[in-house]
């Protein structure tokens, strides 16, 4: 790695270590417990004033982390990219949902997101927000993987099919970050000034949890032995932690207008993870 490059790095890293204790001492504040806490009012923002206000204290913390590193960035001249998500809608659209549509979270978590949306912007130092959904990879805890272990040990699983969304693979979601990088920054086809801003990026195409999870098991069983049956069921049956939006579908159009990446389906995704 080139000296100059390291050093800047270290700088960066320095600076938003020492901007982040600083917050964290003088807000006694410990990140690593929001988690729990988000679980356990996660449905508050469903029953009054009062919770509300009680969600909107628990998410505000939450987005001075993103405006911290936002001022350092802007400090230092360097862009910023965050990552957002579907959460600061409230699912209540039957059509993809543009950047420009008014955010309305239902959970602690989906406001503490916009919040940290509007943390950046505030700012103005040069950003890019990515909004994205449905996020699945061969590693980690999420629905794909979820899917593979249980359908291993049990003979049904039950699987919400009224909430809709694009599943959207980390692959995927690296592949569009690293072109739009190359853009602005290798070859500069693109002035920073001209693109920053909210952008929203997942895979194309629409499903349920229900038939999503179907793909899953067809795929595993075309590998490995064995058999699990599917039965759909509503929202309304399955009993969660977090409120989650009901649609979930993000308009790409802007993504695609702006750096001219061409939006892959939801299932050569799938296919080509493997």
């Known amino acids: 790695m080139n000296k100059g490059i390291w050093v800047m790095k270290e700088l960066i890293k320095q600076n938003l270590i020492t901007a982040l204790n600083q917050y964290l001492k003088e807000n006694s504040l410990h990140l690593e417990a929001f988690p729990a806490i988000e679980i356990e009012h996660a449905k508050d923002l469903q029953h009054g004033d009062f919770a509300s206000n009680i969600a909107m204290v628990l998410a505000k913390p939450l987005s001075k ?19 957002s998500t579907d959460f600061v809608f409230d699912g209540k659209k039957s059509t993809p949902y543009l ?65 809709v969304g ?41 499903c349920s949890w229900y038939d999503f999870a179907e793909v899953i098991i067809k795929d595993l069983f075309q590998h490995e032995e064995g058999h699990c049956t599917l039965n759909p069921i509503s929202t309304k049956d399955y009993t969660t932690a977090a409120t989650r939006p009901k649609y979930s579908v993000l308009n790409n159009q802007k993504l695609t207008q702006v750096f001219g990446l061409e939006q892959r389906e939801w299932q050569d995704c799938f296919q080509e993870m493997g």
Do not use: M
């Open 65 to 83: 982390p993103p405006r911290i590193i936002a001022e350092e960035a802007k400090a230092l001249n360097i862009p910023l990219i965050h990552f």
């Open 99 to 163: 950047e420009t549509d008014r955010p309305s979270p239902i959970s602690v978590y989906g406001l503490s997101k916009l919040e940290g949306e509007k943390s950046i912007q505030k700012v103005d130092g040069d950003y890019l927000i990515f909004r994205t959904a449905w996020v699945y990879s061969r590693q980690g805890n999420n629905f794909r993987n979820t899917i593979r272990q249980l359908a291993k040990k049990r003979p049904k699983l039950n699987i919400i099919n009224d909430q």
């Open 166 to 206: 694009s599943p959207t693979t980390t692959t995927y979601i690296s592949l569009v970050l690293k072109k739009v990088i190359e853009l602005l920054f290798r070859e500069k086809e693109i002035p920073f000034q001209e693109c920053k801003g909210i952008y929203h990026l997942t895979c194309g195409g629409t």
